[in-house]
Nanobody, 128 residues
Framework: QVQVVESGGGSVEAGGSLRLSCTVS????????MSWFRQAPGKEREGVAC????????YTGDSVKGRFTISRDNAKETVYLQMNSLKPGETTLYYC?????????????????????WGRGTRVTVSS
């Protein structure tokens, strides 16, 4: 049984930083690209960043480019999201998703249909 567990959320002031973690068990971790998503109430889930299984290739969404960095440690079966210069509008639930493929395919990298595994999310609150 695959388990995906996010952690690291919390409260921070605008301009501050947080690092989210997502630990996965029950699958061959390096065979799957991993992504971070976020979803505010009443809005569609938004893809934030993707990292391929091996090799370090990443894809970052335009809204967070230059501020957020995705990384992974395959030995620890964990993917991270370093978030800097956080904005109040980024207060929401952040999710980790496991792609059925090992790569981040530009064009449909954040299409939810290619993700088979999801965590329950970790909440981030950014105060002004």
């Amino acid at each position: 049984q695959v388990q995906v567990v996010e952690s690291g959320g919390g409260s921070v002031e605008a301009g501050g930083s947080l690092r989210l973690s997502c630990t996965v068990s029950g699958l061959t971790f390096d065979e799957h690209a991993m992504s971070w998503f976020r979803q505010a109430p009443g809005k569609e889930r938004e893809g934030v960043a993707c990292i391929q299984g091996i090799g370090g290739y990443t894809y970052t969404g335009d809204s967070v480019k230059g501020r957020f960095t995705i990384s992974r440690d395959n030995a620890k079966e964990t993917v991270y999201l370093q978030m800097n210069s956080l904005k109040p509008g980024e207060t929401t639930l952040y999710y980790c998703g496991g792609n059925r493929a090992s790569f981040c395919a530009v064009g449909y990298v954040f299409r939810e249909g290619v993700y088979d595994y999801w965590g329950r999310g970790t909440r981030v609150t950014v105060s002004s």
